[in-house]
């Protein structure tokens, strides 16, 4: 007897926008849609256009609400995914707010909620970088610097899902001060913030001109593409600054691979996809040069290959597996 096509949602609440993406059972992209979400939005205000913009992709794809099997939500900072509640979203102003039953209610479909760097590496693992492996360690420098856990084939969440909290890894005892309120997390020396904040100083002091001339001494212009830039130019102190990072992000691989024994390092995010293959090159050859011989030898490290659509991916997927 045929049975009739699955559809699933993904949803990626973002810290500024929220899209939503209309998936078949192979994870092909049937429709999307997105929406700007302004800053101190309320819980109810940020639920009602969640349910718009899952409207909207399903318009563009053609399928109806009563169509799908399941929705995935991903968001940022912490979830209580066994309740299905947000915890906190800094950007957002959500707070305890129990999405995934709101929603549920809503549109009448199983719900699932995860924290958005998991799905991010959930979503390699299906249907990216991380195909045919079991034991996957992801991480995604940015604004701050993101980790998941593949191990034996699932998602690892930990004793209260708060596992994969590689950025906060610390890789330099009294370094410098992280947003977490430690020192000397690998977030504080190798994200995109890390280093646009060296590039500031580099810049005010005259030591990156071609950083002064993009973006002055301004932290927020100093976007992934004046970075690389700057270090493609090959600006030395620009040169120093970056491959310092790629080798504090290589030495966190390293300390991944001797606790978690992977197969395979997928290095994703915006400042990754600019930089490209010279800058994972380096990061691997100082994870290669400090990680344990026997179990580095199998190691594979990849650049994420679907951008911002591993989270819509992997929440569609996570979803999919909850259902029942
Ligand atoms: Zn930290």
């Known amino acids: 007897m045929g049975k009739k096509q699955d559809y699933f949602v993904g949803v990626d609440l973002g810290g500024t926008k929220l899209l939503a993406v209309v998936f078949d059972e192979a994870y092909a992209p049937l429709g999307r849609a997105k929406e700007k979400v302004g800053k101190s939005r309320d819980n109810e205000a940020v639920l009602e256009k969640m349910v718009e913009v899952i409207g909207d992709a399903l318009d563009d794809a053609g399928v109806k609400r009563g169509e799908i099997s399941a929705i995935g939500i991903a968001c940022p900072g912490p979830v209580d995914f066994e309740n299905g509640v947000v915890l906190e979203t800094p950007n957002l102003g959500l707070e305890n707010f129990p999405i995934r039953d709101r929603l549920s209610a809503d549109l009448d479909v199983p719900v699932f909620l995860e924290n958005d760097v998991n799905a991010g590496t959930y979503g390699e693992y299906v249907s990216g970088a991380g195909r045919g492996f079991r034991h996957i360690v992801g991480l995604f420098p940015g604004t701050g610097l993101g980790g998941g856990l ?103 691989m390293a300390n991944c691979v001797n606790v978690f024994n992977p197969e395979l390092i997928i290095i994703g995010g915006g400042l990754v996809e600019k930089l490209g293959a010279p800058y994972i090159e380096k990061a691997e050859s100082a994870m290669r040069e400090h990680a344990m011989g026997r179990l580095v030898s199998i190691v594979h490290v990849k650049q994420a290959e679907l951008g911002d659509d591993s989270t819509v991916i992997g929440a569609a997927a996570l979803a999919r597996e909850h259902q029942s």
């Open 150 to 252: 593949i191990l034996d084939g699932r998602l690892f969440r930990g004793a209260t899902g708060g596992a994969g909290e590689i950025g906060h890894m610390i890789i330099q005892v009294d370094g410098r001060r992280c947003g977490c309120g430690q020192y000397g997390c690998l977030e504080a020396m190798a994200s995109r913030t890390a280093i646009a904040k060296d590039l500031v100083a580099l810049s005010t002091t005259g030591s990156a001109p071609a950083v002064y001339k993009k973006a002055g001494s301004d932290f927020a212009a100093i976007k992934s593409s004046v970075i690389d830039k700057a270090w493609r130019d090959g600006e030395p102190a620009v040169v120093d600054l970056v491959d310092r990072a790629a080798r504090h992000l290589g030495i966190g």
